[in-house]
């Protein structure tokens, strides 16, 4: 945990950024991350992750652990390298200066961004000899029992840049937040010096009421600061008080919320009557505060109730419940379109139903026809089903008709429908009777047939068969997959299969061929040394 040395930042390529990142993943779920996971995570095109993991542990942005389960771990550098190429790439962050201050979990340095504007940097250092006991003064860990420092730090500093972009939004004399990455946070540099390093005051009395007001006022929106004392606290050449570090703040329903009130109030006491030799009666109390707004709760500070949820819900409820009744109206809108639309619908399906209705009663009156018709002749049945069935093909006529279909093929079908109709509805249709039954005689000449027509039933049966075996031909053709899909389908599952290997090799490879390449340096001397002669 050293001091920040970017000298090597400049040097370090794409890949040892693609390196340290894995690294980084893979201490998600792992406190030593194995090499082989490392460079399974980077996944580098040209592979070498060992060579660079070896580079960057000699410049200490990552380090080796011996043990029962050896690996690498990410350092305090190499997260430092990793948040300011983020913070470069994003132009906030270009040149880094000296260091200004140091605390017992972070470090401030000065930097500048394109413009020459300068910022401060501070970098969370959480695990320090000087500050340990994080599960007694933070609640970072929630329900979780370990986690690593580098975790720890990034949420420190997400917790803080959140409370100093609340309170500055709100109009509270605190640094102008710019931005922040993983443990850094990025804000605006005061022309400002510590109160602790402030031997005279001009006016301390008027002082001393800003730090007391300022105190009810941060309770009167919900928050105490926890550490409200004279290293927390900035003041330039007007007297002007700015407040910093907040990673510790709590809300004013916690259970020791009136402890840490008194405190911060006992803490400016003791350090006015200690230093300036100025003790003033007046001083606030937890009871007089008077809850104007709820901050703890939008930045989801320590201490802090599902009551006060509660309650904020119920404000905003009104609100809810307005733009509730204007999504309902425009539902209401949307659905009478839709409705509208469905009735038009329903109109078009009236008018098409009306043809089909049409078709059927004309079906209807057809058979009528055709069982009066039976009832007319009910001793010649073949001659009924007949009837029936040119009844029917009338209305498949009649239907077949409706359609506007043109062609010459369909107006000469039309003409012959015609004179088969007249011919089958001519007036000798009732002189059935009289007819002979022929069918008895086509029974006793049926073995009789020449070979002429036999060779002609044949040919027609021959020519149906080869259609039916051609249908089922082209129907299973259908089904058979083309030969460019199977094509692509082996493609891919070769380039899977050669991606895979290449990954093995890249993971798992590397120290055999490091090895290889000795065992033939070593053969080659040998045959070297065997050749020469003196």
Known sequence: MGKLNVSMLRYLSKEDFRVLTALEMGMKNHEVVPGNLVASIANLKHGGCYKLLKELVRNKLCAWEHGRYPGYRLTYPGYDYLALKALAARDVVTSVGNQIGVGKESDIYIVANDDGEQLALKLHRLGRTSFRKLKEKRD??????SASWLYLSRLSAMKEFAFMKALYDHGFPVPKPVDFNRHCVVMELLNAYPLNQVRELSNPGAVYDDLMNLIVKLANHGLIHSDFNEFNLMIDENDQITLIDFPQMVSTSHTNAEWYFDRDVQCVKDFFQRRFNYESELYPKFSDICGEMTLDIEVAASGFTKEMQESLEKASGEKDEEAAAEEEEE??????????????????GETE????????????QSRLSSDLDDAKV???????????QRAEDRTEKFVDKSDDITGESSQTEATEI?????????????????LEDISASNRQYRPHRTEESLSHV??????RNSDSMCSTATSSRSTIMDESMVRSKVKKSLLKKQKAAHRRKLT????????????????????????VWY
């Open 140 to 145: 970072y860990l929630g329900k979780r029992h």
């Open 331 to 348: 539902d209401d809108e949307e659905e009478e379109e839709v409705d509208d639309k469905e009735e038009e619908e329903e109109d078009k």
């Open 353 to 364: 139903k009306i043809d089909d209705d049409q078709l059927t009663d004309i079906l209807q």
């Open 378 to 388: 009910p001793h010649d049945e073949t001659n009924a089903s007949d009837e029936g």
């Open 418 to 434: 015609r004179t088969e109709e007249n011919d089958e509805l001519s007036p000798h249709s009732d002189n059935d009777d009289d």
């Open 458 to 463: 044949n040919f027609h049966a021959r020519t």
């Open 508 to 531: 798992k490879g590397e120290a055999g061929a490091t090895t290889e390449k000795r065992r033939d340096n070593s053969d080659n001397i040998k045959q070297s040394l065997s050749a």
